[in-house]
């Protein structure tokens, strides 16, 4: 069973820029999909990218995030990550990543039910 700990969060103006780092304990990362959700406050956890599995040639986003986002992975660091730009005040929340393997990464979902595995979260906050 994995254990996974994010970091970088923090606080940003509208416009600027942060990248997530999810530190992934476990004997075999590469057979694991892996994907980061957000929750808003008094609003539902909600997908935000999720990347394949082995070296994450495929890669899933939320329409919300297209084009600003990008999630990757470092299977040698058994890090993923995510970089954030031109960041909004609606991108506030709390950011999670998570894990799975197998059958429920079938598809790259952006479901929150599809991942076993979640790290405890890192705050982002966008100030306008």
């Known amino acids: 069973q994995p254990e996974l700990v994010e970091s970088g969060g923090g606080s940003v103006q509208a416009g600027g820029s942060l990248r997530l780092s999810c530190t992934v304990t476990?004997?075999?990362?590469?057979?694991?999909?892996m994907a980061w959700f957000r929750q808003a406050p008094g609003k539902e956890r909600e997908g935000v990218a999720v990347i394949s599995d082995g070296r994450g040639y495929n890669t899933n986003y939320a329409d919300s995030v297209k084009g600003r986002f990008t999630i990757s992975r470092d299977n040698g660091k058994s890090t993923l990550y995510l970089g954030m730009s031109s960041l909004g005040v609606d991108d506030t929340a709390i950011y999670y990543c998570?894990?799975?393997?197998?059958?429920?990464?079938?598809?790259?979902?952006?479901?929150?039910?599809?991942?076993?595995?979640w790290g405890q979260g890192t705050q982002v906050t966008v100030s306008s």
């Open positions: 476990v004997y075999n990362i590469g057979s694991f999909c």
């Open positions: 998570a894990a799975d393997t197998d059958g429920r990464c079938r598809g790259l979902p952006l479901d929150r039910d599809r991942y076993r595995f």
